[in-house]
């Protein structure tokens, strides 16, 4: 996968946000040095998201989360997203890993986005979806996000917008 360098980025946080060893970062991109704005940076142990049929939209004002293959709608999930002081980061994402039952409040499953310490997880509070309640992750019910994790593989691309 090729990830495309954003203002204030460093190889260290495109690491870290990607969940990648350092090393391997290096590895995969030999001779790389400065990093510049729109430079493009190869990540390791993921697919390109171009060759994914699938693609979520998630939309923090309307609360809802869009799986598409190959562009056309499947299913619309209901969500829940950030609190106001912990809003729901927007802008273009991949699924990076994945954690079936991770504890504490993420429900059955987490899967983590290209952005460290955001994901899309279950909950054990089925009550807050369809609220901003989160610390800014998307939260589903248990089981659309496993009927999710069942479907679209690590590279998925998501978008989040407002």
Known sequence: M???VKRGETLASISADYRVNLHHLYAANPGIG?????QKVQIPGLPDPNTIPYSIDVSVGKRRLALYHNGKLVKIFPIAVGKMLA???TGEFV?????MNPGGPF?????????????IHGTNNPSSIGKAVSHGCVRMYN???LQLSDTVPN???VVIHQ
């Open 2 to 4: 090729i990830h495309t």
């Open 34 to 38: 400065h990093l510049q704005v729109g």
């Open 87 to 89: 809003n729901t980061p």
């Open 95 to 99: 699924i990076v890993n994945r954690q």
């Open 107 to 119: 429900g059955v499953m987490w899967l983590s986005l290209s952005k460290l310490g955001y994901g």
């Open 143 to 145: 089981r659309d996000v």
């Open 155 to 157: 590279g998925t691309r």
